[in-house]
Structures are given as C-alpha cells and as structure tokens.
C-alpha cells in the first residue's frame, strides 16, 4: 500500500538534533518530526537567499557593472 505523504530522510549532527529536540519541548511539539515540519516551514517563509546564492549574484552584478563602465570607455 503506498504511503500518504513522502517520507524524507534526514542525517544530521548531533549537535542539530540536540537543538532540534530542545526547541521541540520548550514549544511542546508532540514529536521531533512536528517540531522539524514547523521550523521548515517557517524558515521557507522567510524567503531564505543561501550566501552562496548571494554571493553569485553579487559577484554577476559587479561583472555587469565592470562591462558598462568598459562600453563607456569603448564609445
């Protein structure tokens, strides 16, 4: 019988379940998986931008600058 809903697995530090299950019973979420649907998403509401993405698109913003200062010293 298939499932209802996908299953995610997921692997992480120890460290981040400690946190995950701190935040879990100071807010009484009746299970870990509760607590990580939550903070999924409300995290992806925020409208998250990773560094990583920022700092391509910083680093294409300035090659664009760098190319309209080049045409202007071309015309």
């Known amino acids: 019988?298939?499932?209802a809903k996908?299953?995610?697995g997921l692997n992480a530090d120890e460290s981040l379940?400690?946190?995950i299950d701190d935040f879990r019973f100071e807010y009484r979420f009746p299970s870990?998986?509760?607590a990580i649907k939550w903070l999924?998403?409300?995290?992806l509401d925020q409208n998250p931008?990773?560094?990583?993405?920022?700092a391509r698109k910083s680093a294409?913003?300035?090659q664009r600058?760098?190319?309209r200062s080049n045409d202007d010293q071309v015309a």
Do not use: C, K, N, T
């Not at 999924?40 to 995290?43: F, Q, V």
């Not at 931008?49 to 920022?54: G, I, S, V």
């Open 65 to 67: 600058r760098v190319g």
């Open 17 to 19: 379940i400690d946190r």
């Open 32 to 34: 870990r998986a509760a």
């Open 6 to 8: 996908p299953l995610i």
């Open 60 to 62: 294409e913003s300035a």
């Open 49 to 54: 931008e990773p560094q990583a993405l920022h």
């Open 1 to 3: 019988m298939p499932r």
């Open 40 to 43: 999924l998403e409300w995290a």
